[in-house]
């Protein structure tokens, strides 16, 4: 069964860093384009990061540009986001998603990815 295992959500004050990582299970990173998104209460799912397979290739929604740095270990079949200068309209679910094939152009797209991870907590609060 292909799944993604994610960690490193938490608690954390405004202005803190939080590193999530999602490991794979069942399948090789190497030849899936990665992205992670973000649900909050009430909103709708938007899309954050996403990686090329190589991680040749990057994007950022407006909002964590510079503050938000997606990377990926292939070899150990992780994919990282760390979020520094945290702000409280961070606090959502993240999730990691996957996908073999893709126009890069439509990464932040949900609908466009076939895995999906089980999502982390991140609640960003004094």
């Known amino acids: 069964q292909l799944q993604f295992v994610e960690s490193g959500g938490g608690l954390v004050q405004p202005g803190g860093s939080l590193r999530l990582s999602c490991a794979t299970n069942?399948?090789?990173?190497?030849?899936?384009?990665i992205g992670w998104f973000r649900q909050a209460p009430g909103k709708e799912r938007e899309g954050v990061a996403c990686?090329?397979?190589?991680?040749?290739?990057?994007n950022y929604t407006d909002s964590v540009q510079g503050r938000f740095t997606i990377s990926r270990d292939n070899a150990k079949n992780t994919v990282y986001l760390q979020m520094n200068s945290l702000k409280p309209e961070d606090t959502a679910i993240y999730y990691c998603?996957?996908?073999?094939?893709?126009?890069?152009?439509?990464?932040?797209?949900?609908?466009?990815?076939?895995?999906w991870g089980q999502g982390t907590q991140v609640t960003v609060s004094s």
């Open positions: 069942g399948f090789i990173l190497d030849y899936y384009n």
């Open positions: 990686i090329s397979n190589s991680g040749g290739v990057t």
């Open positions: 998603a996957a996908v073999r094939h893709l126009l890069f152009s439509r990464c932040m797209f949900s609908d466009e990815y076939t895995l």
